[in-house]
């Protein structure tokens, strides 16, 4: 009773986190609910039929969510670059545009084609800046399954900075079914991190790799984290060529994980806009307050008559009913902000597949006759207009025609005489 009570007035985050041989799904109540009620936690196999549609669709039915609960998705180290680079403190006045031209640099594609996030810190006259990128075709078969299953992820992080908010500077390691990961989580940041897959049990390729990457971590923490290893903490510090004062193995259970609904800063990649952000959190204060009178309501009950108490749950009613009106135009943004995300990726795909002026000017120059010439080039969305002189006007219409590039090439006016040349305009759609 007192847990559908609290559902109906309150939000919650679940942390859906895929590791590399289960799936943990986790419901972290937040604001005062999280002083009332316990978290939840369900695990799954990775190798459970259906995928994580039916991971989700499971976990949904078991965990009851409330329409306005975030859920937010931690995926392994392999699907990310981090990147830790400086910037001259005058990048600060277009600080985006800073980070996304310097990851040029850093990353082997367009930052264009990635989500980027990113913290930046103060430091003499630079500005340190720790950036976390993953590629925008990376996401949408999760974002699909998740769908399917009736669930919107407002976030993704890496499922180790999970632990790295709750537990603090640490060298987290996790070793599990041929894949591992190695964390180094200093001073609020990832200051070191590697991934690798190996055969069988067989880490030891893999901890030597990353023990050459420890050792040029200035001030490496004092403690280290366990998650899934196979190996005791000693044999993993041994093989990392690390001396740590303290070992501490990492559990799911319920009580041994503090309860936050924050977001790590430049480690969490937002997937809904801002607005939307910004409805969620509004409609939470909403439910707070809704909590608040209620609670006050059930202390006046034994003083109230029988019209007060009616007066009060009508109030009651006209609070949830406001907060339905709410989570009804929050879905309606949801539905909005995916629409868009659907045209500007259309969008850019159009933008890949149009030419380049460059390419236009190259096929003109290569097709053009050499007894003509142009006086302007004019491109419009799909089409090129050109302007110019040939001793035949109708060999130029002949000419571009043949290109692969142009189809539908006319004239724009009439062909008239300029001296012993032929001054023309035409028109020519360009193929994409």
């Avoid at 908010?165 to 200093?186: C, D, I, M, T």
Wanted: charged share 20%; net charge negative.
């Amino acid at each position: 009773m007192i847990e559908r009570l609290i559902d109906t007035f309150s939000t919650s985050d679940f942390n859906v986190i895929i590791l590399s041989d289960k799936t943990i799904v986790r419901k972290d109540r937040s604001g005062i609910a999280a002083h009332i009620s316990g978290s939840r936690v369900l695990e799954f196999d990775s190798d459970d039929q259906g995928g994580l549609k039916n991971i989700l669709s499971t976990a949904s039915d078991a965990m009851n969510p409330h329409p306005l609960d975030r859920w937010l998705l931690g995926l392994p180290l392999k699907y990310f670059t981090i990147v830790n680079f400086s910037l001259p403190s005058a990048a600060l006045e277009n600080l985006d545009d800073a980070v996304k031209f310097a990851l040029m640099r850093h990353v082997p594609y367009d930052p264009d084609q990635a989500h980027i996030s990113y913290q930046m810190s103060r430091r003499d006259n630079s500005l340190d800046i720790s950036s976390i990128i993953i590629l925008k075709q990376s996401i949408p078969p999760l974002l699909q399954a998740a769908s399917e299953a009736g669930i919107n992820f407002c976030s993704i992080f890496p499922s180790m900075i999970y632990w790295a908010r709750q537990k603090g500077n640490g060298v987290y390691v996790s070793l599990g079914q041929g894949y591992g990961e190695v964390l180094v989580h200093a001073q609020g940041r990832i200051v070191m991190h590697n991934w690798g897959q190996y055969r069988s049990e067989n880490a030891s390729d893999f901890l030597k790799e990353s023990s050459r990457l420890l050792a040029n971590v200035a001030g490496l923490p004092e403690k280290m984290f366990l998650l899934d290893c196979s190996l005791s903490g000693d044999q993993i510090s041994k093989e990392l060529g690390i001396n740590l004062d303290e070992v501490e193995t990492l559990s799911f259970e319920v009580d041994t994980i503090k309860k936050t609904s924050s977001f790590y800063q430049g480690y969490e990649i937002e997937l809904l806009p801002g607005s939307v952000t910004k409805q969620q959190r509004f409609t939470s204060y909403l439910a707070y307050a809704s909590v608040i009178f209620f609670l006050l309501g059930l202390f006046a009950l034994p003083a109230s008559n029988l019209a007060g108490q009616k007066k009060y749950l009508a109030g009651i009613e006209s609070l949830i009913e406001a907060e339905n009106d709410h989570v009804r135009e929050l879905a309606r943004l949801r539905e909005e902000s995916r629409q868009l995300f659907d045209k500007l990726e259309k969008m850019s795909e159009m933008k890949k597949a149009y030419p380049s002026v460059i390419d236009i000017l190259k096929v003109l120059t290569e097709v053009i006759p050499d007894t003509a010439w142009l006086d302007s080039l004019e491109l419009s969305s799909q089409k090129i207009t050109l302007r110019g002189e040939a001793d035949s006007a109708a060999s130029v219409v002949e000419a571009i025609e043949k290109s692969n590039m142009f189809q539908n090439v006319r004239f724009s006016a009439p062909v008239v005489r300029s001296g012993n040349n032929q001054r023309f305009s035409m028109v020519a759609e360009v193929v994409l």
